[in-house]
Structures are given as structure tokens and as C-alpha cells.
């Protein structure tokens, strides 16, 4: 089994400038991603890569033991750039550059630099023992809100996002009991069959629940992020 890591680290963050290479704890915020992958156990099976666009990063990736072996294009590094084209170009890159072609991507976004290696080992036991019947795993954790009760504004109207939901009329003038438990993806850990990027997704349409804490759902996007991290 070769597992890909890839840390998407990308130096053009609007909410906090250079926010992947803000110290957390004493450390560059990306580094921690780099050491949830070369802490856990599936480390000898995996190559870690950062991909960046800046070679500052890059020279902080390879000091935290992670490789550079490219720099990601600018034309996939603005802010509507999406994950597909980061985790494709990287594959792509290794299979053409160095022949190496993994079976499974791990996908760890360095804005969570709070996730447990404990979980990162448990999603990829989970994924590995089940990959032939899905497509992807993703984290999430249960929310509270219930995206059923949702609405949005159109022509200055409110619409339902939701007019059925599991054979219930009206989901929005239920009970939130009656409803189904909704989930979040919390961006922890994403994980995925190599073989699906032909199809132009990093999802698929089967895609395995890793079921986390409520709690677990730090993401620094602001400077009041960072703060709160730090305390």
C-alpha cells in the first residue's frame, strides 16, 4: 500500500497573510501537518509532500522533514483554486517526474494543526479496510443546527432549502427531533483512492464517514483563530 500525504500550503491567504507559516505552539502552522503524517503509524508506507508556491515555504517544509519536489504552479494557487487541482497536479507531477503512483492520497490541510495523530491512524485503518467499497473517506462531526431548518433568499423570499427530507413534509416546521442528524466536514483528514481523479473528483460518490468529536473543529481562517489556539 503507498500512500501519498499531500499538505496543501499555498502563500497567498487573505484572512491572515502568510497564515501557514504563523507560529502555533512554537512551530510554523504547516509543520504540524507534517508531523501528524511522519508520527503516525503508517509513516514508512507514505511520502509526505508539501505543495506550495512559495519556495519560503518550501525551505520550512524540508526542515520539518517533509519534500518539495515541485512548486505548485500560480494558476492553481489563487483563492478559487480548488483541492482537485492541487492533489491532481501532485499525482500527476510523481507519476511523470519520478514514477511513483500511490494507491490512497491523504489529504491534511495544515489549518488544523490541532488534529491527533490517533486519528489520522484510525481513518486510515478504517479507509484502508474498507477503499473497495468507497470511493473516499472524509471527517466530519455532528452539528447541532440542523441544515434542514435552512433557508435561502431568493427574489426576496425565503426558500427551503430542504422541502422533504427522509418522506417528512416540511422539514423546516418540524421538530429538530424528527430530523436526521446532519454532519459537518471539518476538514481534519480526507482520504482517497488515487484511481478516482480520473473522473475529475477527490470525493466520488461513495465516501466513508470518519465521525470525529464535536469539539473537533478548529480551523484558522483569522487572526482570532490564531489567538484562540495559542491560549
Known amino acids: 500500500m503507498k500512500i501519498l500525504c499531500v499538505i496543501p500550503a499555498r502563500s497567498g491567504s487573505k484572512g491572515i497573510k502568510h ?96 488534529r491527533k495523530i490517533d486519528d489520522v491512524n484510525n481513518a486510515l485503518d478504517l479507509f484502508i479496510k474498507n477503499r473497495d467499497n468507497y470511493d473516499s473517506l472524509r471527517s466530519v462531526i455532528p452539528v447541532e443546527k440542523s441544515p434542514f431548518k435552512m433557508y435561502l433568499t431568493q427574489n426576496s423570499e425565503l426558500k427551503p432549502l430542504f422541502n422533504n427530507i427522509n418522506n417528512i413534509n416540511e422539514p423546516y416546521n418540524q421538530s429538530r427531533q424528527v430530523l436526521p442528524q446532519a454532519y459537518l466536514h471539518n476538514g481534519y483528514i480526507d482520504i482517497l483512492n488515487v484511481s478516482i481523479l480520473k473522473n475529475n473528483t477527490i470525493s466520488g460518490n461513495k465516501i466513508l464517514p470518519y465521525i470525529m468529536n464535536q469539539t473537533d473543529n478548529i480551523d484558522i481562517d483569522y487572526e482570532d483563530d490564531l489567538k484562540n489556539i495559542k491560549n
Not at 502552522?29 to 511522519?38: V, Y
Not at 491532481?88 to 507531477?93: E, G, I, L, S, T
Open 19 to 114: 497564515k501557514n507559516t504563523k507560529l502555533v505552539n512554537g512551530k510554523p502552522m504547516l509543520a504540524w501537518s507534517i508531523e501528524h503524517a511522519k508520527c503516525c503509524k503508517y509513516e514508512n508506507q507514505m511520502k509526505i509532500i508539501v505543495s506550495t508556491d512559495s519556495k519560503a515555504y518550501a525551505k520550512i517544509a524540508r526542515k520539518y522533514g517533509a519534500e518539495t519536489p515541485f512548486l505548485r504552479p500560480p494558476e492553481i494557487s489563487k483563492d478559487l483554486s480548488t483541492d482537485f487541482e492541487c492533489i491532481n497536479h501532485a499525482v500527476n507531477w510523481l507519476e511523470i517526474n519520478e514514477n511513483y503512483m500511490p494507491d490512497i492520497v491523504l489529504h491534511l490541510r495544515p489549518t488544523q494543526p490541532c
